[in-house]
């Protein structure tokens, strides 16, 4: 079973930073699946905003592609979201989760707790 805990959200104003952290634990053959970071904002449905291929490839959501940044350290068994320039409509709890595939935006495994994210002057 692996857990996934999130954390590194908070308030921030628009056009500041944050640095989200997403660690793995348990028996998580953590390196060899492509993983994801999600958000879900009040009323709307989670959405994937940005994946990491167990060899590093990227790719993200058109909404934040040039400001968001996925990063994985396969032997801290953690992935990272730096997140630029961030805008009002960035807020929401964040999450991060394993992927059925690379090229697929569905989830695959156990949701963590989330993180909030709030963006506001």
Request: charged share 15%.
């Amino acid at each position: 079973q692996v857990q996934l805990v999130e954390s590194g959200g908070g308030l921030v104003q628009p056009g500041g930073s944050l640095r989200l952290s997403c660690a793995a634990s348990g028996r998580s053959m953590f390196s060899i699946y492509p993983m994801g970071w999600y958000r879900q904002a009040p009323g709307k449905q989670r959405e994937l905003v940005a994946a990491i291929s167990s060899g590093g490839s990227t790719r993200y959501v058109d909404s934040v592609k040039g400001r968001f940044t996925i990063s994985r350290d396969n032997l801290k068994n953690t992935v990272y979201l730096q997140m630029n320039s961030l805008k009002p409509e960035d807020t929401a709890v964040y999450y991060c989760n394993k992927l059925l595939d690379y090229y697929s935006d569905s989830p695959f495994g156990s949701w963590g707790q989330g993180t909030q994210v709030t963006v506001s002057s």
